[in-house]
């Protein structure tokens, strides 16, 4: 299975900051890869698929780049309903797998 | 407009097997490009994903839970059912079925989820 690792695990920051939330793949997975935010007790909602394509619907401040293993997404100027948790998935092969998870506080 | 339920037991017994049925509307898994993946989250923790059927019936599984899940459809109905053998304690967790996209497999759709305890 392809291992995938998110940094940080948690982060710390005030609305307005910009935030790059890291995702990296135990091998290549091209650009197979996509990012949910999820807020507590709700289902996590899509923001960015192969790598770098804007879910409809998605705010443009939400940016995501990569390919190969190494992967980013980034908030370009925090919005206070941004504080959620953030996981990455890969879809380069059987079986699906989603990072562990960053989790963005409030400074 | 797009939605997704998952029904099923809320408390479980260990050894007993789970059936979760997601029921869906506004898109069809008769439709080429189309599928339902099933993802777990046990409390606190981080996403797991599990089973994924396609509008053509091909099936694929977690690697580690693959001798225990069973994933099928019912395209009339717009239902796709998980059944998992032999639960234990560790198998607590929200349950989510989700539309996926064939072709990326980027999951773009969640049902809310529904919660399993299990517990003698």
């Known amino acids: 299975d392809i291992q995938m690792t998110q940094s940080p695990s948690s982060v710390s920051a005030s609305v307005g900051d910009r935030v790059t939330i890291t995702c990296r793949a135990s091998q290549s997975i091209r650009t197979w890869l996509a990012w949910y935010q999820q807020k507590p007790g709700k289902a996590p909602k899509l923001l960015i698929y192969t790598a770098s394509s804007l879910q409809s619907g998605v705010p443009s401040r939400f940016s995501g780049s990569g390919s190969g293993t190494d992967f980013t997404l980034t908030i370009s100027s925090l919005q206070p309903e941004d504080f959620a948790t953030y996981f990455c998935?890969?879809?380069?092969?059987?079986?699906?797998?989603f990072g562990q998870g960053t989790k963005l506080e409030i400074k | 407009q797009v939605t997704l339920r998952e029904s099923g037991p809320a408390l479980v017994k260990p050894t007993q097997t789970l059936t979760l049925t997601c029921s869906f509307s506004g898109f069809s898994l008769g439709a080429n490009g189309m599928s339902v993946s099933w993802i777990r989250q046990p409390p606190g923790k981080a996403l797991e994903w599990l089973a994924r059927?396609?509008?053509?019936?091909?099936?694929f599984y977690s690697t580690s839970l693959n001798t225990r899940l069973t994933i099928s459809k019912d395209t009339s109905k717009n239902q796709v059912v998980l059944t998992m053998t032999n639960v234990g304690p560790v198998d607590t967790a929200t349950y989510f079925c989700a539309r996926t996209q064939t072709s990326n497999g980027c999951i773009d759709w969640w049902g809310q989820g529904t919660q399993v305890t299990v517990s003698s």
């Open positions: 998935q890969q879809s380069n092969s059987f079986p699906y797998t």
């Open positions: 059927i396609d509008w053509d019936d091909d099936k």
